[in-house]
């Protein structure tokens, strides 16, 4: 699912938050034929034993599972780099997708930021049966999304990745 590293494997270096804070590139294989949209959510659960909660670092949804011209209906298998400018960037449109906040109360990617050695992050993709989740679009939180897609989960996968301060 990531070009950047293997599952299990350390995310770059530029990718954490204090080192460039660079998305990683990711990839999706195989979206069910029945998804309208996709959501994504990075998080830190090696973060309870230093902070006392899991960390959130990305909260996206309402990923739409298709090229530029997603109106025409064309469904692409691999969607390479959800950091593109089809999916995440200010030319895609608003209406192309939509972050949340994170723990570091912020909107958009947080990259990992361990304080104290090498934590696991997890990043889970999940498969919607809908186009838009009712959640407070730029204001929502990892809560708010994952109560929104309650029902709405048709699959899901995740990749882990590790990263040491």
């Known amino acids: 699912m990531s070009s950047s590293f293997e599952d299990g494997g ?9 080192n460039g804070n660079e998305q990683p ?15 994504l959510i990075m998080d830190d659960p090696d973060a309870m ?11 996206v949804w ?12 064309t469904r692409h298998d691999e969607i390479e780099n959800l950091c593109e400018e089809r999916l995440f960037s200010s030319s895609a449109g608003a209406d192309r997708f939509h972050e949340g906040i ?9 990259g990992p930021a361990p304080p104290d050695k090498r934590h696991t992050y997890v990043f889970k993709l999940y498969a919607l049966d809908c186009k838009e989740l009712t959640c ?8 708010d999304v994952e109560k929104a897609m309650e029902g709405h989960i048709l699959e899901q996968t995740q990749l882990t990745g590790t990263y040491a301060p």
């Open 10 to 18: 350390e995310i770059p270096r530029e990718c954490g938050y204090k």
């Open 25 to 39: 590139t990711l990839r999706i294989f195989e979206i069910p034929d029945e998804a309208k949209s996709l959501a």
């Open 136 to 143: 407070a679009d730029g204001e929502a939180t990892k809560a």
């Open 62 to 73: 309402h990923i739409i599972p298709y090229e530029n011209d997603y109106a025409s209906g």
């Open 49 to 59: 034993g230093a902070v006392g909660k899991v960390w959130v670092h990305w909260v």
């Open 102 to 110: 994170t723990d570091f109360g912020e909107s958009g990617y947080g």
